[in-house]
Every structure is written in C-alpha cells, then in structure tokens.
C-alpha cells in the first residue's frame, strides 16, 4: 500500500503503516546521527532542552555532503540505523514517531517502538544523490561544529520511503529474505 | 633515478578523490545492469534501478554517488628508482586528500582520534599502505572506503584443520549477519592467509580488482564462483529488502601463511566500489 505523509505526524499515523507499504514523505523533519544523538541524551541526562521538540518528529539518520554552489544540499541518503539503538528508544519515549535510516534494528528499538508507537523507515543505502533532489530546505540548527554531524532541520518533498518496521514489530527484512531464501 | 615531483602527486590523488566519488566504475555498473535482469524480486528490482540512475545523476552533476564519500585508502607502489622531489609522498598524498575533498564537496568523514572523535575537517589523515618494487614507476591506487559496508568486516585465525570450507562457512556467517547493513548488493573481498594484519590488507586488495576479472588460481576462481552463487541464494537481495542480488562479485587473494595458522579476513564493500588509479 501507498500513503503520502506529511512529517510530524502523531501515532494514529504510525498505527496506519505496515512494513512493507510505501510512503512520500512531505514536510519537516530533523537529521542526526552517532554524535548528535550523543550529544542529545547527554542534554537529556543533565534536564536540558533538546534543540527541537522531539513530539511527533521523524529524524533522518544522515550525515549529507558539503552543496556545491547553487545546491540546497549535497548528497544526502541514510546510514546505518543500528549505531543510534543506544539512544533511540529514549527518544522514543518522549514522543518521536519516526525515524529513516537503513539496516537492522535491535529489540530495544523495536519494542520501544511498539510500546509508545513509532515507525522506522528505509530509505535507500546509497542513492544520496537521488534523495538529494527531494531536500527543498535545509538549516543548521544545533551543534554546528560536528560539520557533516550537525542537527539539521530539512523540508522534503515526496521523499521515498518503505516502512522497514511497523509498530507491531512486523519486519520487511525478515520477510523479504525468509522469501527469496533457498536454505532456510 | 627518476624524478617525480610532489605536486603531481597531488594533483592525481586529488583528481581521484573527486572522480571515483562521482563516477560509478563500469565494471561495477555492468553488474549491476546484469543483476537488474536476473532480479526476481519486484521491490529489488526498483532498488537496483534507482541506484543506476542514482548514479547516472551523480555523473551528470559532478556530485557524490553516495554521502558517505569515505575514508582514502591508498595503495602505493613505487619503484626503488623513483626520488619524490618538492615534499614528503605521504605529505603529498594527504594533501591531494585535502583539496579533493574540499574542492570536490565532498564529506570529511575523518576524526582525528578513535576515542577523542573530533572531525580533522579535510578528511585527513588517508591510510596509506607502499610496496617498493624495482623500476621508476609509481602507481598510486585509491579506494574511499565508505564505513556502512566497512563496519560489516570480520577476520578470523581460522585452524588448518578447518580447511577451505570453514573459509566457506565464515564467509556465509559474515555476509548473512551483515544483512542489509551494508547497502546490497555488495563486493566481498576476501584475503586468506599471512598473517593477521596481512590477511586484511589482502581482503581490502581484492576489492580494488574490477568485479569482472576472477582470480587466475583455479582452485580460488572456483571459491569466487561459488560464494558468490551461495550469498545470493541467502536471499538478503538488494538494500536487504529481499532478491537473489546481495552481491555483485566475491574477490578472493592468498598469501603463503605459517604451518599453523589459516587467517581469513572479509572485507565488505557496498555497490558503490570505489577504485581508482594512477601512475606517473
């Protein structure tokens, strides 16, 4: 199934996709990866406040290329989800809703996810230039001097993505390699 | 002797940065064309085709295939004869990082320190590894290694009682447990033998040969074939999302090893295979 989304989105969204369904993704959402996600439990730890309201939020785990003159942006796709499972489930906890990344999760993630309601998304592993096209705004917005780290706020239009874990912990990994698996 | 000036090392090193971050390979790019056909899986096949036109579009603006423009790996062969003129090799090899890099818009991926991880900003230091050879070339090979696909390696001191098809079996247990981690569909490079650190380099090695050439060692050229029939009935397929197109090439090296040992190293690389070369 196909759905358009608009980001942020609540959990009655979330309770909609199934792993497996195809999404546009429209609207605003945030990048962090390994060091500002760090940087964000760390805030976290010490009762400061995040630099975004995390509420109904997607964060997009990139870390783009430097936009060449006349671009928004440069090269943008995702990077392996499972070195955010430290932190992810926090983050969870206080209400983000999804997240866009590419490979496997643990089942801390994935039971957060369950718990309070919240998807995971695949984006494609090395089609940065491509996924670039759909970024129509970016902007710093905390921790600048991680460079390529840095928390950035995108606007993104008809982004593509597959809901790679939905919020009963279907998981289309697991489905689609039990299906084209000649020993099982 | 023959003389060779460091800004021309510079200046190559630069120009390959640049060109194997925007230009996909085309040994690479025929596999990958080759897989779109033989894909039985729907979604992969979409996966397959987006990541060629991912790259046509790369090409055509000059722009990173992928963000992830890695960490310089740098092979160096020079001969006895040659004598680098105007500064140091490495310092000539690191600058040409340096200005690819940043005059590429390219992302500096490099911290300075494992623990301390503060970015160095121009994506130096590179990790350069020279063979001396007789003659007055120098040859210098490139492969930003992206860290995705890197993070997926493995090396094990395997026991010669173990034989070929526990090498068999670690390459299987290494690529299934990668899973969709490292963006299939994947090279594996695969160096068995020497020791621990020289099985590794032999691995990275094998990824810098075009996924079309198969080793002329026939009992290693029946492994390529084999492992590479094998990874992909695990049905991981491309992006991990399911097909019978998880890698596109398994490139195996050997090196005479001690009586007692049987090193095996798997370096794991994504589609994008990044190898470029000079020689000047």
Redesign the interface.
């Given at each position: 199934m196909h759905h358009n989304i608009t980001a942020p989105f609540d959990r009655n969204t979330v309770k909609e996709l199934k792993a497996g369904d195809t999404i546009s993704l429209s609207g605003v959402i945030y990048t962090a990866r390994d060091?500002a996600h760090k940087k964000l439990i760390e805030l976290l730890k010490e009762n400061k406040k995040l630099p975004f309201d995390i509420e109904n939020q997607t964060i997009y785990y990139?870390?783009?290329?430097?936009?060449?003159e006349g671009?928004i942006i440069?090269?943008?796709?995702p990077?392996?989800s499972?070195r955010m499972d430290a932190y992810a489930p926090e983050l969870i906890k206080l209400g983000e809703t999804g997240m866009i990344g590419?490979?496997?999760r643990n089942e801390h993630v994935i039971n957060a996810m369950k718990e309070y309601g919240a998807v995971y998304f695949?984006a494609?592993?090395?089609?940065?230039?491509?996924m670039?096209?759909c970024i129509k705004k970016q902007e710093i917005i905390a921790f600048p001097e991680?460079?390529?780290?840095a928390v950035r706020k995108l606007e993104v239009k008809d982004f593509p993505l597959?809901v790679i874990i939905d919020c009963y912990g279907n998981n289309?990994?697991e489905?689609?390699?039990?299906?084209?698996?000649?020993?099982k | 002797m023959r003389d060779i000036d460091a800004e021309k090392i510079i200046e190559a090193v630069k120009n390959m940065c640049m060109n194997a971050n925007y230009y996909l390979n085309n040994d690479i790019k025929q596999a990958m064309e080759s897989g779109l056909q033989s894909e039985r899986s729907p979604i992969g096949t979409q996966i397959l085709d987006k990541l060629l036109i991912n790259a046509e579009l790369a090409a055509e603006k000059k722009v990173a295939i992928c963000q992830d423009t890695g960490m310089a790996v740098v092979f160096v062969t020079i001969g006895q004869e040659v004598h680098i003129t105007g500064g140091g090799l490495a310092d000539a090899i690191n600058e040409g990082v340096r200005r690819g890099y940043s005059e590429g818009f390219l992302r500096k991926s490099v911290v300075g320190d494992p623990i301390e991880r503060v970015n160095t900003g121009d994506n130096t230091p590179a990790v350069i590894h020279y063979e001396i050879i007789p003659g007055d070339a120098l040859k210098i090979e490139l492969a930003p290694k992206g860290f995705g696909s890197e993070n997926m390696s493995a090396l094990r001191m395997l026991k010669p009682s173990d034989g070929i098809e526990g090498v068999k079996s670690f390459i299987l247990e290494a690529v299934d447990k990668a899973g969709p981690n490292p963006c299939p569909p994947i090279v594996v490079g695969v160096g068995i033998g020497g020791t621990m650190e020289k099985a590794a380099i032999l691995a990275k090695r094998a990824l810098l040969r075009p996924v079309n050439i198969r080793s002329n060692i026939e009992y290693v050229k029946n492994l390529e074939k084999e492992m590479l029939q094998k990874i992909n009935e695990l049905g991981i397929g491309p992006a991990g999302l399911g097909g019978n197109n998880t890698a596109l090439a398994v490139n195996v090296e050997t090196y005479p090893t001690h009586i007692a040992g049987l090193p095996v190293a798997i370096n794991i690389s994504c589609h994008v295979t990044r190898h470029a070369e000079a020689v000047l």
């Open positions: 060091a990139v870390g783009p290329c430097p936009a060449k671009e440069g090269s943008a796709g990077t392996s499972y590419k490979g496997l695949g494609i592993g090395g089609a940065g230039a491509l670039a096209e991680l460079g390529a780290e597959t289309l990994y489905i689609g390699k039990n299906e084209y698996r000649k020993c | -």
